[in-house]
């Protein structure tokens, strides 16, 4: 029984178009992100959600629009949908956040390929 | 913001030996995370640490604080263990509740029979 699950797992699609990627956890977590990482493996915070509430937009672009309909669900939004965007696009979850951390638990990962 | 480096970017061992991954930080943080990424494959959390030592299997991370650095030890290394292996800080709770990652860029680890 999958944790946090994401679909889809790869896309293609062409530029200028608008994509969603969906994401759900089973965990009973109150937050979520969206994590990206690029051709290099590089990953980096895109966003990040507590309770339904955005806490994190790191210098993202607006065409970028995450959609938290519930706690256990994080959406992806991206509009006009540009070369740069290709990557992989990682959800993850995590109880509440308190001081000494926590284990993050991540989904499989969006394959996005833009052409 | 915090500075994470991790060394080395690429390392091959032959099946049983015992291999060293470090992290280093440039800001106090609230705890230190070791994950692994099988090729295409998803990342899996291995270790939140914010004090001390921890152990599982074969895998065993470290901490120390003070110098801002931790090393993530792997013994009789097996070729399953081949992965990237990500070191990532979090800041601490942020106002109503997140908590920022900040990762490494990933250590290429090859475990040749």
Known sequence: DTAVSQTPKYLVTQMGNDKSIKCEQNLGHDTMYWYKQDSKKFLKIMFSYNNKELIINETVPNRFSPKSPDKAHLNLHINSLELGDSAVYFCASSPAPRYGGYTIYFGEGSWLTVV | ?113
């Not at chain 2, 921890?54 to 070729?79: C, F, M, V």
């Not at chain 2, 990237?84 to 601490?92: E, K, P």
């Open chain 2, 1 to 113: 913001k915090n500075e994470v480096e991790q060394s080395p970017q690429n390392l091959t061992a032959q099946e049983g030996e015992f291999i060293t991954i470090n992290c280093s930080y440039s800001v106090g943080i609230s705890a230190l995370h070791w994950l692994q990424q099988h090729p295409g494959g998803g990342i899996v959390s291995l270790f939140m640490l914010s004090s001390g030592k921890k152990k599982h299997g074969r895998l065993i991370a470290t901490i120390n604080i003070q110098e801002k650095h931790s090393s993530l030890h792997i013994t009789a290394s097996h070729p399953r263990d081949s992965a990237v292996y990500i070191c990532a800080v979090g800041d601490g709770p942020r106002g109503a509740g997140s908590y920022q990652l900040t990762f490494g860029k990933g250590t290429k680890l090859s475990v040749i029979p």
